[in-house]
């Protein structure tokens, strides 16, 4: 049965800027991302889309304006806010970044074991959430016996073991063909049903289109519509 969740904002953009030294970052973003909503971020390679990312992971810090993560505000962050903030957030990184010296189990629970505030072990969580993506049955493969498709649900479940407010996916879908890819999108739609906010950075929209997702689009470090 799929959780009811409250239509609450988890995560504001307050007219948010960044430039680098010697190209175009984004200029002026302002969204409010809801919780339990899948929204698309649809941009051409250098629109901005990656510096979004950056921005709301904390990877980098915005020249002006103010993001917000729940009550926490990226400019006034101190100490242990920081942990908090990364901890508020799931990333699914375009090259996954999986270890390629674990295997599946051992690197879901290497991120489960960051986080000490819930109460069920690193290991039973992780289990938990490859049950969830279909990957319990391989956990004790490296990730190099995977397909790409499988790479990709586990990176989700890392991404969603210590349960995020928030999970960013970083062209999730782009290498994989068209069956695995509504696998994957599925799956993406099931994390937002039950009430994460899922921002998914994609050059391919029309994948996502059952689902009705909210659409973004970014041209040239300029947020077109939301």
Known sequence: MVETHENSEVLDMLNV???????????GISIKVMKGELTLLVGRT??????MYKLIARELVPDSGEITLMNLKSSKLKGREFAVWRR?????????????????????????????????SAKARALRVLNR????????????????????????????????LVLLAD??????????????????NQVSLFGTAVLV?????????????????????TLLAS
Do not use: W
Not at 171 to 188: C, G
């Open 17 to 27: 800027s960044y430039h680098y030294p010697n190209r175009k970052g984004v200029n």
């Open 46 to 51: 250098g629109s901005g889309k990656t510096t």
């Open 88 to 120: 508020h957030l799931g990333i699914v990184f375009q090259d996954l970044r999986l270890l390629t010296d674990r295997n599946v189990l051992e690197n879901v629970r290497l991120a489960a074991e960051c986080e000490t505030r819930l109460p069920t």
């Open 133 to 164: 993506v279909g990957m319990a049955h391989k956990m004790k493969d490296s990730p190099s016996e995977l397909s790409t498709g499988e790479q990709q649900r586990v990176a989700i479940a890392r991404a969603l073991v210590n349960e995020p």
């Open 171 to 188: 062209e999730p879908v782009s290498n994989l063909d068209a069956e695995t890819s509504s696998e994957i999108i599925e799956i993406l």
């Open 201 to 221: 950075a994609t050059h391919q929209p029309e994948r996502f289109e059952k689902y009705n997702p909210r659409i973004m689009r970014m041209d040239n470090g």
